[in-house]
T-cell receptor, first 111, second 115 residues
């Protein structure tokens, strides 16, 4: 599975959009981009995934560049409860057991 | 009630003791996983099981063993605990449908301290 690079931390004001970048320059054509988050010491929680089209659900939007070498997770209206570590994971769909969590991005939403 | 439960939630033990961490799920999923998390690090896969008769080692299985007693239960054992096994342990489950959408559902975690 391709390696991902995320900034270690970022701050966001409550009510504003939070844009979380992820670089995956070695991504293969059959690899998906997944995002999970982990609120302090709780189990990780799935957010969204995508292959090449932009995706949106009730939690977030995922924007994948045309060359697929990077992506951005957007939390449209960040709340204090969105403070968490966000993990960007790249893997092929068939390797569903291989959730390889790196250090992620620690997002702090401030009032 | 939570779909994925872990017991105990916290445990302090001594070096050399045998410890069992238990995981139960009511989601009806075939696949179950054990991860450990060390401070400031991501999760690392210890063992995973695709069904009751299928057990597979993950990336850090040394010093651990598992038992899949039933579809809904997956236990992790430390035969002789050592201090560097002090960590936060998570159990997770996923459906067997495969494909791109294969969300893993995590339990609340067990904080284990080995003195």
């Amino acid at each position: 599975d391709a390696k991902t690079t995320q900034p270690p931390s970022m701050d966001c004001a409550e009510g504003r959009a939070a844009n979380l970048p992820c670089n995956h320059s070695t991504i293969s054509g059959n690899e998906y981009v997944y995002w999970y988050r982990q609120i302090h010491s709780q189990g990780p929680q799935y957010i969204i995934h995508g292959l090449k089209n932009n995706e949106t659900n009730e939690m977030a939007s995922l924007i994948i560049t045309e060359d697929r070498k990077s992506s951005t997770l957007i939390l449209p209206h960040a709340t204090l409860r969105d403070t968490a570590v966000y993990y960007c994971i790249v893997r092929v769909a068939s390797n569903d057991y291989k959730l390889s969590f790196g250090a992620g991005t620690t997002v702090t939403v401030r009032a | 009630d939570a779909d994925v439960t872990q017991t105990p939630r916290n445990r302090i033990t001594k070096t050399g003791k045998r410890i069992m961490l238990e995981c139960s799920q009511t989601k009806g999923h075939d696949r179950m996983y054990w991860y450990r998390q060390d401070p400031g690090l991501g999760l690392r896969l210890i063992y995973y099981s695709f069904d009751v008769k299928d057990i597979n080692k993950g990336e850090i299985s040394d010093g651990y063993s598992v038992s899949r007693q039933a579809q809904a239960k997956f236990s992790l054992s430390l035969e002789s605990a050592i201090p560097n096994q002090t960590a936060l342990y998570f159990c997770a489950t996923s459906d067997r449908t495969g494909g791109a959408y294969n969300e893993q559902f995590f339990g609340p975690g067990t904080r284990l301290t080995v003195l």
